[in-house]
C-alpha cells in the first residue's frame, strides 16, 4: 500500500515540479518580451480606448462624441478622406509598378544593379525623402526638378513664344486678341504700310539675328509693315528711332473679314508684306504663338497637388518592398508552367495574364495588404512635404492625430479617438494576417 | 533564351529600364547637389545649372554643419538612441522567439497570433497613454523613453522574424544536444543563436534602421537636448526657405549612415523583408 500511495504521489509531484519548472523556463525566455508589449502596446490600447471617450480636459466622459467630431469637422474629415484615397490609390500602384520592376528585371543582365536602385530609397527616411521631394517639386520649373521636366515636355507640344512680356506701344493702331496676339485696329489696302510698335521687351532679350528696324516700302500691289521694339532712350513712340531694332519671327496674318488669307513671318529687321488685289480690305494679326508664355508649371505644393506630390514620393521610397517580395516570388515560381504555356504558343503578354500573374497572386495580396497598413500610418512624408500652410489640404488622420495631440491643441480626447480610428482601418489587414499566420503555420 | 529574355535583352528594353534605374537614383543625388550648394543659389536655380558648373560647389555647408552644436549633439543623441534600441529588441525579441517555436507550453499558440497581431498596431496607440505614463515615471523627454517605446514597438516584429527563422531549424539538433545533457539555455546560446546569426543581422539591421529614421517617436518623446538628426533637422524644416543650407545637409547626413548600411549589408536587408512578411 504504502508504496502505491508513494508510487502515486510521485509522478503527481514530478509533475507539479515540471510544471513549475516549466513555467519559470517560460518565463525567463519570454517574460521580458511580455511585460514590455502589455505595458506597451496592450495597455496603451485599452487607456487610449478609455480615453476617447473622454473630453479634452479628461474629467468629463463624453460616450462617442470626438467620434462624431471627426466625422463632422471640415479638418478631420478631410484627413479621414485623404486617407481612404491614400488606400485606394497607393497600394495598387506599388504593387502593379512592383510586378512589372521585378517581371522586366527578372532576367535583365545587369539585374542586381536595376534592383539595388529601386531598393535603395526603402532606407531612406521620410525627413530625408520629404526634404529631398520639397526641393523636386519646387514651384518655379528654373528651381524646381519635377516642374522643369512639365515645362520640357509641354513645350514640345506647345513652344513658348520669343516675346512673352510684349504689349502694343501707346501709337500702335493693335488691339490684344482674346487668347493672346493682336490684331490691327485699321485696315488696310493695297499699297498700305502699317508700323506695329511693341514695347514691354528688354532690348538685350530680342533675337540675336535682329537689325535695325527699316521703314516698310510697299508696292501698289502689296500692303507692307514692321513689328519692331518701339522704345530707345529719347526716342520717339511710334516712329523708327535710329536705335530700335525689328522684331524678327513674328507669325503674322493677313485677314480678311475674320477669315486668314495669308501668312508671312517678319523678317532681321522686323518687315513683312502681303501680295494683296487692289481694293480689298483686310486687318493684320500677330499671331498668339509669338507671345505665348512659357509653361509655368504645376503647383505641386499647392492644394490641389499636393497630395498626389507626397504620393509620388511614397511610391519612389516604397516600391522597392514590392519588387523585393515579388522577386523572391519569381524565382521560386515554377518556370515550367510558363515554359508549357510558351509551347502552347502563348504570347509573353498572355503567360503573364494567364500564368504568371494568378500563381503570383498570393504574393501579390500579401504586398497589397503590407502597403495598405503602411500607407494607413503615413505621416512623416506628409508632414515634411506639404507646407505648414498646405497641411490642412494634405492631411492625414496619423498628422491629425499628432497635431491634436501634441502639435498644440492638446486634446487627448480627440487624438485618443483618431489613433482608434486608425487602429479599426488597420483590422481587416490585421485578420488578413493572422488567417494567412494560421494557414501557413 | 526565352523570348522574356530577348525581350528584356533589346536595346529599347535595356534603355526603359536604365532610365527607370536613373530615375530612381536621381533624389538622393538632387539631395547630394543641393547639399553643396548655397541657399541663394537652392533659391534662384535648379541643381542642374550647378553641373554645368562644378566649381560652385562647395563644402561651407557641411563644414558650418559640423560646427552647430545642435546638430552634433543631435548625432550623438541618435547614436544613444538607436545602438540601445537595437541590443535590446534583438536580445529580448531572440528569447521570447525560443519560447514560442522550442519549448511547448499551454496558450503558446494563441500567444503568437498576438504577436502577429500587434505586429501592424499603429503606434499613434500608444502616443498618448506612454506620454502620460512615461511623465510620472520621469523618462518623457530623455533618450531612455524615447528607447522604450522604440523598444515596444520593434518587439513585434522581431519576436516574428526570428521565430520564423528559428521554426525551420531541424528538430534533430536539439534533440541530440539534449541526450548530450544540454538545457535550454545552452541549447539557445551555444546551439541556435549561432546557427540564427544571419537572421540576427537582419533583424539588427531593419531595427537600426527603424529607430536611425523615426521621426514621429522623436518629435513627441524627445525634448530638444535628447532629440535626434531627424527631429533636429525637421524643427528647421518650419523656415524652409531661409534654412536650406543647413537642412539639404542635415538631411543628407541622416541620409548617409543607413545608405552605408544598405549598400554593405543588401543581403541581410533583403533577407529580412522577406522575413518579416506575413506569408499568404
Known amino acids: ?441 | 533564351m526565352t523570348r522574356l529574355a530577348r525581350f528584356v535583352s533589346t536595346g529599347a528594353m535595356q534603355i526603359v529600364l536604365m532610365a527607370i534605374a536613373l530615375f530612381w537614383l536621381l533624389p538622393v543625388f538632387v539631395l547630394f547637389i543641393q547639399s553643396l550648394r548655397s541657399s541663394g543659389e537652392i533659391a534662384n536655380s535648379g541643381w542642374w545649372t550647378a553641373l554645368a558648373n562644378p566649381s560652385s560647389l562647395m563644402v561651407d555647408n557641411y563644414r558650418a554643419l559640423l560646427e552647430n552644436p545642435d546638430i552634433i549633439r543631435s548625432f550623438w543623441n541618435t547614436v544613444y538612441i538607436t545602438v540601445p534600441t537595437t541590443i535590446l529588441v534583438v536580445a529580448i525579441a531572440a528569447g521570447a522567439a525560443y519560447a514560442l517555436s522550442w519549448i511547448k507550453f499551454r496558450g503558446r499558440d494563441t500567444l503568437l497570433l498576438i504577436v502577429v497581431g500587434l505586429l501592424v498596431v499603429p503606434l499613434q496607440i500608444a502616443l498618448i497613454p506612454l506620454a502620460r505614463l512615461f511623465g510620472d515615471l520621469g523618462l518623457f523627454g530623455t533618450i531612455p523613453g524615447v528607447v522604450l517605446f522604440h523598444v515596444g514597438f520593434g518587439l513585434p516584429f522581431a519576436i516574428f522574424l526570428l521565430r520564423n527563422f528559428f521554426v525551420g531549424v531541424p528538430r534533430e539538433l536539439f534533440e541530440s544536444a539534449r541526450v548530450d545533457g544540454a538545457n535550454d539555455l545552452i541549447i539557445f546560446a551555444r546551439i541556435l543563436i549561432p546557427l540564427a546569426l544571419p537572421a540576427i543581422a537582419s533583424l539588427t539591421i531593419f531595427q537600426f534602421l527603424w529607430v536611425w529614421n523615426d521621426l514621429l517617436i522623436a518629435m513627441v518623446f524627445a525634448d530638444p537636448a535628447s532629440a535626434p538628426l531627424t527631429a533636429a533637422i525637421q524643427r528647421q524644416t518650419r523656415a524652409f526657405g531661409q534654412n536650406v543650407d543647413v537642412i539639404a545637409p542635415g538631411a543628407f547626413l541622416q541620409m548617409v549612415v543607413p545608405l552605408f548600411v544598405f549598400f554593405a549589408f543588401q543581403r541581410y536587408f533583403v533577407q529580412g523583408i522577406l522575413g518579416g512578411a506575413v506569408k499568404g
Open chain 1, 1 to 441: 500500500m504504502a508504496t502505491a500511495v508513494k508510487d502515486n504521489r510521485a509522478p503527481r509531484a514530478n509533475k507539479t515540479g515540471r510544471a513549475v519548472v516549466l513555467f519559470l523556463k517560460v518565463s525567463a525566455f519570454l517574460g521580458p518580451a511580455l511585460i514590455i508589449l502589455g505595458a506597451l502596446l496592450v495597455y496603451p490600447i485599452i487607456f487610449t480606448g478609455v480615453r476617447s471617450t473622454f473630453d479634452a480636459s479628461g474629467n468629463n466622459f463624453v460616450g462617442l462624441a470626438n467620434y462624431e467630431q471627426i466625422f463632422t469637422q471640415p479638418r478631420t474629415l478631410i484627413a479621414v478622406r485623404n486617407n481612404l484615397i491614400w488606400v485606394l490609390v497607393v497600394p495598387p500602384i506599388i504593387t502593379a509598378l512592383g510586378l512589372i520592376f521585378a517581371v522586366l528585371s527578372n532576367r535583365l543582365p545587369w539585374r542586381s544593379a536595376f534592383r539595388m536602385a529601386i531598393f535603395m530609397p526603402l532606407v531612406v527616411s521620410g525627413l530625408a525623402a520629404g526634404v529631398t521631394f520639397r526641393f523636386l517639386f519646387a514651384a518655379s520649373p528654373e528651381v524646381g526638378t519635377a516642374n522643369a521636366m512639365v515645362r520640357s515636355v509641354a513645350h514640345i507640344f506647345q513652344p513658348p513664344g520669343e516675346y512673352p512680356t510684349a504689349r502694343a506701344s501707346r501709337e500702335a493702331p493693335l488691339e490684344a486678341l482674346e487668347g493672346g496676339g493682336f490684331q490691327s485696329t485699321i485696315s488696310v489696302t493695297a499699297g498700305d504700310t502699317i508700323y506695329l510698335g511693341l514695347v514691354g521687351v528688354q532690348a538685350n532679350a530680342l533675337p540675336q539675328e535682329a537689325q535695325a528696324a527699316l521703314a516698310p516700302a510697299a508696292t501698289p500691289g502689296s500692303v507692307a509693315g514692321v513689328v519692331w521694339l518701339d522704345f530707345s532712350p529719347g526716342g520717339t513712340v511710334g516712329e523708327i528711332d535710329p536705335a530700335e531694332r525689328g522684331m524678327p519671327n513674328v507669325p503674322v496674318r493677313l485677314m480678311s473679314d475674320d477669315q486668314v488669307v495669308a501668312r508671312t513671318l517678319t523678317d532681321e529687321s522686323g518687315r513683312f508684306s502681303f501680295d494683296v488685289q487692289s481694293g480689298a480690305q483686310h486687318r493684320v494679326q500677330l499671331a498668339a504663338s509669338a507671345f505665348r508664355a512659357p509653361h509655368p508649371g504645376i503647383a505641386w505644393l499647392g492644394p490641389t497637388f499636393i497630395t498626389i506630390a507626397i504620393m509620388i514620393g511614397y511610391i519612389w521610397m516604397q516600391t522597392g518592398f514590392a519588387v523585393v517580395i515579388i522577386g523572391a516570388g519569381l524565382s521560386s515560381l515554377d518556370r515550367e508552367l510558363q515554359e508549357a504555356a510558351r509551347t502552347d504558343g502563348a504570347t509573353e503578354l498572355q503567360v503573364f495574364r494567364h500564368v504568371t500573374v494568378p500563381v503570383l497572386m498570393p504574393i501579390l495580396m500579401v504586398v497589397l495588404v503590407t502597403t495598405v497598413i503602411n500607407v494607413l500610418k503615413i505621416f512623416d512624408l506628409v508632414y515634411i512635404i506639404a507646407p505648414e500652410s498646405m497641411q490642412p489640404y494634405a492631411n492625414v488622420l496619423a498628422l491629425e492625430m499628432w497635431r491634436a495631440s501634441f502639435g498644440g491643441a492638446r486634446d487627448f480626447g480627440l487624438g485618443s479617438a483618431l489613433a482608434m480610428l486608425l487602429l479599426i482601418m488597420i483590422i481587416p489587414a490585421m485578420l488578413f494576417n493572422i488567417r494567412n499566420f494560421r494557414r501557413s503555420g
